[in-house]
């Protein structure tokens, strides 16, 4: 079975469970915490993968590294450690969030720009483009990407709105070439 697959099973477990107890937030803020915490530290990621290393071993870890985190997201660590699935936790992670935003009615956007953009500019984009998506509200992440000359690029789920200068330059580059054909 595919990883995505499994991914989705557990997340959607998960979130049934915590939707069930009003705590998607919570939970949705300690498994992206427990998310960085993995990706940050490769040795807590070779220990928990590792084969010779018992389940047992692996659970008080885990209890002892994130004490304040709620007992369903701790149990679903358990699972996953037991079930040899340590491996999936950042893909469960996004997979529940999904869940999360799609209740919620709100969407992730990633606004690329020249420089930092202020609070008021990325309240508008959030705006504009939540009528685009069709959802109440955008959560934007804005990543400076100075490769686009200016104006800006947003990215929501799998679509792309470009409005960069090298966008463009890049549009009128490709259509000169399919008139000198």
Same mark, same amino acid.
Not at 45 to 70: M, R
Not at 149 to 178: C, F, P, T
């Given at each position: 079975?595919?990883?995505?697959?499994?991914?989705?099973?557990?997340?959607?477990?998960?979130?049934?469970?915590?939707?069930?107890?009003?705590?998607?937030?919570?939970? +949705?803020?300690? $498994?992206?915490?427990?998310?960085?915490? $993995?990706?940050?530290?490769?040795?807590? =990621?070779?220990?928990?993968?590792?084969?010779?290393?018992?389940?047992?071993?692996?659970?008080?870890?885990?209890?002892?590294?994130?004490? /304040?985190?709620?007992?369903?997201?701790?149990?679903?660590?358990?699972?996953?450690?037991?079930?040899?699935?340590?491996?999936?936790?950042?893909?469960?992670?996004? +997979?529940?969030?999904?869940?999360?935003?799609?209740?919620?009615?709100?969407?992730?956007?990633?606004?690329?720009?020249?420089?930092?953009?202020? /609070?008021?500019?990325?309240?508008?984009?959030?705006?504009?483009?939540?009528?685009?998506?069709?959802?109440?509200?955008?959560?934007?992440? =804005?990543?400076?990407?100075?490769?686009?000359? /200016?104006?800006?690029?947003?990215?929501? /789920? =799998?679509?792309?709105?470009?409005?960069?200068?090298?966008?463009?330059?890049?549009?009128?580059?490709?259509?000169?070439?399919?008139? =000198?054909?």
């Amino acid at each position: 079975m595919s990883v995505t697959i499994v991914s989705k099973r557990y997340a959607s477990a998960l979130f049934d469970i915590v939707l069930a107890s009003s705590a998607v937030d919570e939970t +949705e803020k300690e $498994l992206n915490e427990i998310k960085k915490v $993995l990706k940050a530290d490769q040795e807590l =990621n070779d220990f928990l993968v590792h084969p010779k290393i018992t389940a047992d071993k692996k659970k008080h870890l885990i209890a002892e590294a994130f004490k /304040g985190v709620s007992t369903h997201v701790l149990h679903t660590m358990y699972l996953l450690i037991d079930r040899g699935r340590t491996n999936i936790f950042s893909e469960m992670t996004s +997979e529940f969030v999904k869940l999360a935003n799609r209740t919620k009615q709100i969407d992730d956007a990633i606004v690329y720009s020249v420089k930092p953009l202020s /609070g008021a500019e990325i309240q508008s984009l959030s705006e504009v483009f939540a009528k685009k998506a069709g959802v109440t509200s955008l959560r934007v992440e =804005n990543v400076i990407d100075k490769d686009l000359i /200016g104006g800006v690029k947003i990215r929501i /789920g =799998n679509r792309i709105y470009d409005g960069s200068v090298s966008g463009k330059l890049s549009r009128i580059e490709r259509q000169l070439a399919g008139e =000198n054909r």
